[in-house]
């Protein structure tokens, strides 16, 4: 395989979840900080499979945490909005930007305050994530939790 393949391929092997095969291209070369042509990373893949080992093994690899892709979400923003707090946490070790910012303005707390996701919430107040940053509309995590609450119970 040529080296011009194994970036690829290393997205392919992220996108099966083949530890194995991801392992072995990044001893042969395969850079973790390729991206694809919508700018994500292996990790970033990863990530969204919420494949924590493999995340772990491609950060202890070097990839960026806070590599954004065409959406400008990172590994570290996307794991923060979907609830995958031991990708978060691994993020942070790795340091990840805590004020970093989504494409609506938001960090990591506003959409996991919105979804209810208690463990990731936790997480990125330990971290130090600022806890009054406000979007671009002005919303505030809090005011993400307290619309969470009045739709989940219809008021």
């Known amino acids: 395989m040529t ?3 194994k970036n ?3 997205h392919a092997a992220c996108e099966q979840g ?3 095969a991801a392992a072995r291209l990044l001893r042969e070369g395969a850079e973790p900080a ?3 042509a919508t700018g994500r990373t292996a990790l970033m893949i990863a990530t969204q499979k919420n494949n924590v080992a493999l995340a772990k093994l491609l950060i202890d690899a070097g990839s960026d945490v806070n590599a954004r892709d065409i959406t400008m979400l990172s590994p570290y923003l996307c794991a923060g909005a979907n609830g995958f707090y031991e990708i978060m946490r691994l993020c942070l070790a790795a340091k990840a930007d805590v004020t970093s910012v989504n494409r609506f303005g938001g960090t990591v707390l506003l ?3 919105e979804k209810g996701y208690l463990k ?3 997480e990125a107040l330990k971290a130090g994530v600022p806890v009054n940053h406000a979007n671009h509309l002005g919303w ?3 005011l993400e939790a307290v619309i969470r609450y009045v739709r989940d119970r219809k008021l």
């Open 3 to 5: 080296n011009s393949e």
């Open 111 to 113: 959409p996991s305050s």
């Open 120 to 122: 990731t919430v936790r």
């Open 18 to 20: 083949d530890m194995d």
């Open 140 to 142: 505030s995590a809090l």
């Open 34 to 36: 390729y991206k694809d």
């Open 8 to 10: 690829p391929a290393l």
